[in-house]
């Protein structure tokens, strides 16, 4: 590893007490350095999705700091923070595709970030943005759907179009919030293989949250285990026993 | 021995409620002075008006096109004029793109004792503040359509799916272009549709806004009304039916396209 | 991966939207085309200046007179013009929406001939046969009851016939079944099915029928439209907003109370 490179993802002393009381996230230190492919697994509840949020914020957390590429985004606002989420690219479980528009306006919309907000209010995007967009359904082998809808395209298809969203925006970092939870067995292989990719061949950093373990052990270089808000876990992969995932879906020992 | 149907308990609410309909329904009766026997022996001189306007005065059918159209124009302008008002309050007051309670709460408020002023009541207003035409009818469309649509669309917007919203603020969109690349898409049509229906409406309304004086065919209706010509009248309502007809028959076959 | 360039977007899909927007445009310039300009006139400024003086300084004295022909009286004459106008108008609504609905069993021509009928008397300007029924009756809140009641006919029987064409068909069946006659099968199936659709389809039109009873009065068929239209034909601005905000109220109550209602029907 190189000496001292600045990680892309740091959590210091992060808490997160939602409004009704519920503990979301407690006390999380966390250190994500580029080029990881990072898995975070946790029963539904555990507060993985709370995690993935924070980053981005699009949860506050009540406590703590985090910083993206050493620049605290919690306490960024406006332009700022605009520009700090400008570098983290997302996908959703729910794919947060619009429905009615094109493959490419989906796409497309990953690059607002770069644009002055009156260009945006007419829709003028630069034709390199376009092929920049069009190189990003490549990528995900769906260069033939640029102009269908949305929602003519099946599951697995909408969710590699909100990968190739995510790759537009052309993020240091990549979230991915279970993105896999809607999907059937053969089209997951293919999205989780993308991602691979992504990490892999363009060098991005990948934060994804799974509820299968195996998928965890498959992909991921990194585990950290998520139970009731707390981090039980945090290894390379080939530490990641059965004894291990035990204890992050059932608590063997500790207290929850 | 067997066992007997336990009663069932007297729905007293159910009662109470017919109750005060009923004497709701007496207490209008007397302060209306409502005398059905008087429309009855009366009612001659009621079908004699619809024998007069039967008595179509057809030569006067050129006379009413030439107003019958401002109406519709003016209803153009006015619906134009109106939504493009409603589209940003309407976001204004949508709990999921405004999430100050007390924003949302005042402007809803607002908008709810726009929509309870009659469209006629406008009119007459209007007449009085920027005088005598279709301007003072353009003016009280706008403000109806407004009020009407504003609503619809809030609406809409209310139920849309948050999701994209989600996607546009992670990649790092401000509001405005969360509205324009995560709201709008999902509501345009329904927008275009709710246009065209505040249209239709519109259409009707403005037959009669120049009652008072705001323009339109109804400026005729009210001469041909007072001059106890029902023969002309005969002839306005057969044209404003046609026309609404119409605009009825194209603005639903759009609205079913669009949806 | 050699380097694809984007493909234009098929070309039927643009022309559809330039041709939309064509005829849109179109549409909006012949709108403006032969409109008065829109000038300010110099007493303009002064009127809105006078309304808004008024709306802030109402005539509160004429909330209650004592005369019967102050605010709360013309007010609950509007209120009982509504109530008794959408009864009327629900009662004759029964036959004319069996006449309209489309079921089974029944000649198209029929259904056709009422709903044609239906959009007639929906379309039928409201003042006109406020108008008609003076005539009649004479000039005051009877007319508006006629009014309300014949006009509101088209909406309501329109509204009850679309309940009746939605209704599930099995219980009435189940009736036929047991050996019942038409009547058993009107009775035990599709009242109790319809009624409660009846009654909030009828508060609903109640709801218009307020607004259109407060107008109403402005061509002689009663409540509260008639001090209305004298208080701004003679300017009286005070008395116009104190009226606008009791109209405001009732509206507003009445829609409460009627929303409500129907929330509980369901």
Known sequence: MKQEATPVIEFDHVSKIYENGVVGLKDINLTIMPGEFVVVVGLSGAGKSTLMRAVNRLHDISQGDIRIDGESITKAKGKKLRQIRRKIGMIFQNFNLINRATVLRNVLTGRVGYYPTWKMLFGLFSPEDKQRAYQALQTVELADKVYTRADQLSGGQQQRVSIARALTQAPSLILADEPIASLDPETTRRVMDDLKRINQELGMTVLVNLHQVDLAQAYGSRIIGIRAGEKVFDGPVSEATSAVFDEIYNGAEAEG | ?259 | ?266
Do not use: C
Not at chain 2, 13 to 21: F, R
Not at chain 2, 213 to 236: C, E, K, T
Not at chain 3, 15 to 25: C, D, E, H, R, T
């Open chain 2, 1 to 259: 021995m067997e066992d007997l149907l336990p009663k069932q308990k007297l729905n007293w609410h159910k009662w109470a409620l017919t109750a005060v309909m009923l004497v709701a329904l007496v207490w209008s009766a007397f302060i209306t002075d409502a005398h059905l026997g008087l429309f009855f022996t009366n009612f001659s001189q009621f079908t004699e008006l619809f024998v007069e306007m039967a008595h179509v005065d057809w030569a006067y059918t050129g006379y009413t096109l030439e107003p019958m159209l401002q109406t519709i124009k003016m209803s153009i302008i006015g619906t134009l004029l109106g939504s493009a008002l409603a589209f940003p309050y309407a976001l204004l007051v949508s709990r999921n793109i405004v999430t100050n309670k007390v924003v949302v709460g005042v402007f809803r408020f607002i908008l709810n004792i726009v929509r309870t002023i009659p469209d006629l009541m406008l009119a007459a207003l209007f007449v009085a503040v920027v005088g005598i035409g279709p301007v003072a009818g353009i003016f009280a469309l706008t403000i109806f359509t407004f009020g009407m649509v504003s609503k619809l669309f809030y609406e809409a917007i209310e139920t849309i799916d948050p999701g994209p919203l989600e996607a546009l603020r992670a990649a790092g969109g401000n509001r405005i272009e969360i509205i324009r690349f995560a709201v709008f898409p999902q509501i345009a049509n329904y927008f275009v549709s709710y246009v065209l229906y505040a249209f239709e409406i519109n259409v009707r309304a403005s037959t009669v806004l120049g009652y008072m004086g705001a323009g339109g065919i109804g400026v005729y209706l009210q001469q041909a009304l007072s001059m106890f010509r029902y023969d002309r009248v005969g002839v306005i309502v057969l044209v404003i039916f046609v026309v609404v007809l119409a605009i009825d028959y194209v603005s639903g076959k759009t609205r079913e396209a669009l949806l």
């Open chain 3, 1 to 266: 991966m050699t380097e694809l360039k984007l493909p234009n977007p098929p070309a039927q899909r643009r022309w559809g939207k330039v041709l939309a927007a064509v005829i849109f445009i179109g549409l909006v310039i012949w709108a403006f085309t032969g409109m008065p300009a829109f000038s300010i006139k110099a007493n303009a400024v002064m009127v809105t200046k006078s309304i808004g003086d008024g709306l802030i300084h109402p005539d509160w004295a004429y909330v209650w007179t004592g005369d019967g022909e102050d605010l709360t009286s013309t007010l609950l004459e509007t209120l009982g013009i509504a109530i008794l106008g959408t009864f009327i108008s629900a009662v004759i609504s029964l036959p004319f929406a069996f006449w309209a609905a489309h079921t089974k069993h029944k000649f198209w021509l029929v259904t056709r001939s009422g709903k044609f009928v239906l959009t007639a008397i929906r379309t039928f300007p409201e003042i006109v046969l406020a108008l008609m029924f003076i005539k009649a009756v004479g000039p005051g809140s009877f007319a508006g009851v006629l009014a309300v009641g014949f006009h509101s006919i088209g909406m309501l029987a329109k509204l009850f016939s679309e309940a009746i064409e939605n209704m599930n068909g099995g219980a009435g069946e189940a009736v036929t079944a047991a050996g019942g006659s038409a009547l058993d099968v009107t009775m035990l199936a599709s009242l109790p099915q319809l009624l409660p659709e009846f009654v909030s389809n009828t508060l609903y039109r109640f709801e218009l029928a307020i607004r259109s009873a407060s107008i109403l009065g402005m061509v002689g068929a009663g409540g509260v439209g008639t001090p209305l239209i004298f208080a701004i034909q003679t300017r009286s601005w005070p008395r116009v907003a104190i009226i606008l905000y009791g109209i405001i109220v009732l509206v507003t109550a009445t829609d409460w109370l009627s929303g409500a209602l129907r929330k509980r029907l369901v």
